[in-house]
């Protein structure tokens, strides 16, 4: 389980065939063999060490649904080590099972933040709700505004310096998870009107 807080920025080494290094020294310190790690807000396992780094191996599936599939070389990706059950739940209840990608469609200044306007597939809507929670790239971040197919968040300065959001271009993928309680809920009504209906 992870919060939507990123802990480090790394730096993409390599990717081929499934086999991705990164660097990021700060985290590697933490991390063991076999640990979780959000890379982007997708949940994978680590598979080796090194100096300053580490490796992943993304299967088919997570190339599918996220946009690590357009991971190259030299590019920025935000990290986020698995939640310690000592831990502070600084940003809400996020899993590292992205839902699917959004496309950033405008931004806008509004003071010192950014409203950051996502497309997002029409399928997720109904878990997206004003005020709610959102992750974005793994960020844990608020929805300012619900439309029929988008939504907006409000981007901090402090986010925008510390994540891969603030090289967030109009057109660029990014991965969204929404609020997993939403969906919990909607299974246990549909479940609910189900046994009522037999």
């Given at each position: ?79 986020e080590l698995a939640l310690r059950s000592n831990g502070r739940l600084g940003g809400h209840i996020v899993q590292g099972h992205v839902d699917d990608t959004g ?77 997993i309680l939403s969906k919990y809920v909607e299974s246990l009504l549909t479940n609910r009107f189900l046994t009522a209906g037999t």
């Amino acid at each position: 389980m992870f919060t939507g807080i990123i802990e480090e920025v790394g730096i993409v080494e390599s990717i081929d065939n499934g086999n991705l290094r990164i660097r990021a020294p700060l985290v590697t310190n933490d991390l063991v063999l076999g640990d979780s790690i959000a890379i982007n807000g997708a949940c994978l396992t680590t598979v080796s060490l090194h100096n300053n780094g580490f490796e992943t191996k993304v299967v088919p599936e997570t190339l599918r649904r996220t946009n690590l599939r357009n991971l190259k070389n030299g590019m920025l990706v935000n990290l986020e080590l698995a939640l310690r059950s000592n831990g502070r739940l600084g940003g809400h209840i996020v899993q590292g099972h992205v839902d699917d990608t959004g496309k950033v469609i405008s931004n806008h200044v509004d003071g010192d933040a950014v409203i950051v306007k996502v497309q997002s597939p029409k399928r997720l809507m109904r878990y997206i709700v004003e005020k709610g929670f959102i992750a974005i790239n793994g960020i844990s971040l608020t929805v300012v505004d619900r439309f029929s197919s988008s939504f907006t968040t409000s981007v901090i300065p402090y986010t925008r310096n510390n994540t891969n959001l603030g090289s967030q271009k109009i057109g660029d993928l990014v991965n969204i998870e929404v609020d997993i309680l939403s969906k919990y809920v909607e299974s246990l009504l549909t479940n609910r009107f189900l046994t009522a209906g037999t």
